[in-house]
């Protein structure tokens, strides 16, 4: 009997663990999607279709092949929150990430991220944001965290074009 409560324990801890790393994830797609890392990726995932059609144009490739390399972009995206998600738990907590995500969503924030001119009140949500102990964080680890962000991101770009040069080899095309 012992073992079998130990056992259901151990899948309740797991269950648990997964669904707390789940719940993370999906803060932290909220929070590149809202402060505009996401946009920056979708704009290097069509430069990167576009230098792989340059790549493959000696071929005549139909446009279904490559309506498939393009929907290689979502999973992409999907890949790249998990990826980034790995940094931001370096340092932040899952309540830290939904206090972002409280921010850039704000007004305040938007107009922040969006470099339009704010006002006296949405200064002073900023100010209170970036005095308080998650803001603290945010400024004390910027330099690592951009370091980490940006070494994940080249292996996300290098992962995400060899997954589509890999699609269109499956198809029979070839550099």
Known sequence: MKIVYALMLSLALITSVHAQDDDYVIAVKECIVSNGTMAYYDTVLEAMVEDIKTEFSSHTIPDNVWESVAREKEFAK??????????????????????????????????????????????????????????????????????????????????????????????????
Request: glycine fraction near 6%; charge should be positive; charged fraction near 20%.
């Open 78 to 175: 999907n890949g790249l929150a998990i990826m980034l998600s790995q940094a931001y738990k370096t340092y932040f907590t899952l309540e830290d990430i939904e206090q972002m995500n409280g921010l850039y969503t704000s007004k305040a924030g938007r107009n922040m991220l969006q470099k339009k001119t704010l006002s006296k009140e949405e200064v002073k949500t900023l100010d209170a944001f970036y005095n308080s102990a998650v803001g603290q964080k945010i400024q004390a680890t910027q330099s690592d965290m951009s370091a980490s962000l940006r070494r994940l991101a080249k292996i996300w770009i290098n992962n995400t074009s060899n997954k589509m040069v890999t699609l269109l080899s499956e198809q029979g095309y070839s550099l």
